[in-house]
């Protein structure tokens, strides 16, 4: 099946600075990809929708200047924490959805980010 | 109340069958997904039911739709330990693209 990869895998960063997520579709195109959060004991949270070419489209409540995301090709996606705290610690992740009617989603392995 | 929702813990004894109920409430929904996360890991799709089906069957795998009562169920025969994980119902609703999650039912399997 298709493979959506995320770098890196783990990173931890000082509170202030900026952490920079990268999500690829390594064997399809993905016009759009989605970014999540993932709280503990709680679902996925949508965080903005990624549009390859054009801006992307956040969630109430998402900050946009504080994850901004960029969609730079067909295959990569980036999300970047900017002036990161240590609220920002989470687990992040993206997914693309599959080229077929049912639309399911291909899901990246997850960034987890902790910040100190 | 939430638009998904999904007990949060279910445990059972390796060999038993694992039945995790989710209920929804947009009747509007084209599609109904099972994803499983492993720890650490994204989301696998590990089943799909349209709207029109009431039952899909594949390997151990049993899903039950109810459409009237806007419930789904994913039923895992001869459970495993390799199938602890949490696992969510996520629903499509018509003219969208972008599904809605449940909380996820964490699935503990013991000996």
């Known amino acids: 099946g298709a493979v959506v990869s995320q770098h890196p895998s783990r990173v931890i960063c000082k509170s202030g600075t900026s952490v920079k997520i990268e999500c690829r579709s390594l064997?399809?195109?993905?016009?759009?990809m989605f970014w999540y959060r993932q709280f503990p004991k709680k679902s996925l949270m949508l965080m903005a929708t990624?549009?390859?070419?054009?801006?992307?489209?956040?969630e109430q409540g998402v900050e946009k200047d504080k994850f901004l995301i960029n969609h730079a090709s067909l295959t990569l996606s980036t999300l970047t924490v900017t002036s990161a705290h240590p609220e920002d610690s989470s687990f992040y992740i993206c997914?693309?959805?599959?080229?077929?009617?049912?639309?399911?989603?291909?899901f990246g392995p997850g960034t987890r980010l902790t910040v100190t | 109340g939430e638009d998904v929702e999904q007990s949060l813990f279910l445990s059972v004894r390796e060999g038993d069958s694992s039945v995790i109920n989710c209920t929804y409430t947009?009747?509007?929904?084209?599609?109904l997904y099972w994803y499983k996360q492993e720890p650490g890991a994204g989301l696998q799709l590990l089943t799909y039911?349209?709207?029109?089906?009431d039952m899909k069957q594949d390997q151990r795998l049993t899903v039950l739709l109810n459409k009237k009562d806007k419930h789904l169920s994913l039923r895992i025969a001869d459970t495993q330990t390799g199938d602890s994980a949490i696992y969510f119902c996520?629903?499509?609703?018509?003219?969208?693209?972008?599904?809605?999650f449940g909380r996820g039912t964490s699935l503990i399997v013991h000996p």
């Open positions: 947009d009747s509007s929904s084209t599609y």
């Open positions: 064997d399809f195109q993905a016009t759009t």
């Open positions: 039911i349209f709207s029109n089906m």
């Open positions: 996520a629903e499509i609703r018509e003219g969208s693209y972008i599904p809605t």
């Open positions: 990624s549009n390859e070419g054009s801006k992307a489209t956040y």
């Open positions: 997914s693309a959805p599959a080229h077929r009617e049912t639309y399911e989603q291909y």
